[in-house]
């Protein structure tokens, strides 16, 4: 399984970035996905989860700002962050909900104040 994380970068407070993960080894249209995030010095958290019926849940910290969303035919999940703030800063990863697969690299976000 492999999973790769792309799409961050620098960006200023209260711009947006979209971020995209690319699924490889793995059934992905049965499969719920989810955002994660690790900013330096803290542990890493959940940030999104889409079923594979398409439900979505969201932390608190990211509700009405990111959106995840999913695209079967390209084995693709995506987050769209909006509104971004400071203490978004983090490095980005995909896996499952369950965290059943091992973590790609990420892509890093940095949002300047």
């Known amino acids: 399984v492999q999973l790769q994380a792309s799409g961050g970068g620098l960006v200023q407070a209260g711009g947006s970035l979209r971020l995209s993960c690319a699924a490889s080894g793995i059934v992905f249209s049965t499969n719920a996905m989810a955002w994660y995030r690790q900013a330096p010095g803290k542990q890493r958290e959940l940030v999104a989860v889409?079923?594979?019926?398409?439900?979505?849940t969201y932390a608190g910290s990211v509700k009405g700002r990111f959106t995840i969303s999913r695209d079967n035919a390209r084995n693709t999940v995506y987050l769209q962050m909006n509104s971004l703030k400071p203490e978004d800063t983090a490095v980005y990863y995909c896996?499952?909900?369950?965290?059943?697969?091992?973590w790609g690299q990420g892509t890093q976000v940095t949002v300047s104040s």
């Open positions: 889409m079923s594979s019926g398409g439900s979505t």
């Open positions: 896996n499952h909900p369950m965290q059943r697969y091992d």
